[in-house]
């Protein structure tokens, strides 16, 4: 279907991790689907459940994978098989805690920085999908990663992002048409 992009956030399933660093990817994804009013979600499988809108003359599919971050990929190449997608029309939208907090990077391709959910993707799709990254911030020790990335966002760094996940919902035009841009965009201080 070559009219139609695949925007999957990355995060881990259930109440207990929704405010968590590492759930940022569906933040992302739940803002764009209240900014489009598209907010139901559905269960396609017991992979992940989506939500869609139009933009213009192209189906977004919103997507939350339900495998928990390590099997991500599972859950894309579901997607991909199922609507015959083209992996180069898919977005993945991910914490990354080689980026300084609230900082954002566009790019298509590219390793996967020992994320375990592009790890996962990358082993199931390949490279050729967009990345976007959202910096969460690294804890001062590495041996705090897995602790730092599984605990809640502090409130004033929640409203932080919040204002981001607003910003990308209001740009999905650019986000489509010009990647770049719309980084340059996100972070303007």
Known sequence: MDDCSIFVGLGNPGAQYSGNRHNVGFMIIDAIAEAVASSFFKKISSLLET???SLKDRKILLAKPLTYMNLSGRAV???LDFYKIKSSSVYVFHDDIDLEFGRIKIKKGGGNGG????R????????DYWRIRIGVGRP????????YVLHDF???EA???SQIASKISD??????????KLEQELNKK
């Open 140 to 147: 001062r020790e590495t041996s705090m990663v897995a602790s």
């Open 120 to 127: 996962s993707i990358d082993a199931l799709i390949g490279t």
């Open 159 to 161: 409203i932080a992002i």
């Open 115 to 118: 994320h375990n959910g592009l």
């Open 171 to 180: 740009n999905l035009s650019l986000l489509l048409s010009d990647p770049k």
């Open 154 to 156: 502090e409130s004033d």
């Open 77 to 79: 190449r579901f997607l």
């Open 51 to 53: 939500s869609s809108f």
